[in-house]
């Protein structure tokens, strides 16, 4: 069983950035494909950045893309999210995730399990 503890989160201005950070205990996370997912106020979680279990490969939404950097320390169990030039739509809550198998993985349904989350607040 893994668990995972989001932090980082935070609320700032426009422009700002953030690191959030996904710590897990229970196993280690080198054979785990992780991914940052977000679900802002009344709609779907939607899919942010994903990473293989290497840290060679990763994927962003469209979004993020630019501005977001998803990356991960084996040695520490950890994955981040630096989150730079942060517009008031990144507001949500962000939550990270694993998958078994390492590859990477995009879609919520087949995640393995999940953090609780950190919220993200960026005013205009």
């Known amino acids: 069983q893994v668990q995972l503890v989001e932090s980082g989160g935070g609320l700032v201005q426009t422009g700002a950035s953030l690191r959030l950070s996904c710590a897990a205990s229970?196993?280690?996370?080198?054979?785990?494909?992780m991914a940052w997912f977000r679900q802002a106020s009344g709609k779907e979680r939607e899919f942010v950045a994903a990473?293989?279990?290497?840290?060679?490969?990763?994927q962003y939404a469209d979004s993020v893309k630019g501005r977001f950097t998803i990356s991960r320390d084996n040695a520490k169990n950890t994955v981040y999210l630096q989150m730079n030039s942060l517009k008031p739509e990144d507001t949500a809550i962000y939550y990270c995730?694993?998958?078994w198998g390492g590859g990477i993985c995009t879609t919520t349904g087949d995640m393995d399990f999940w953090g609780e989350g950190t919220q993200v607040t960026v005013s205009s």
């Open positions: 229970g196993r280690t996370l080198s054979t785990y494909a």
């Open positions: 995730a694993g998958r």
């Open positions: 990473i293989n279990w290497s840290g060679m490969f990763t």
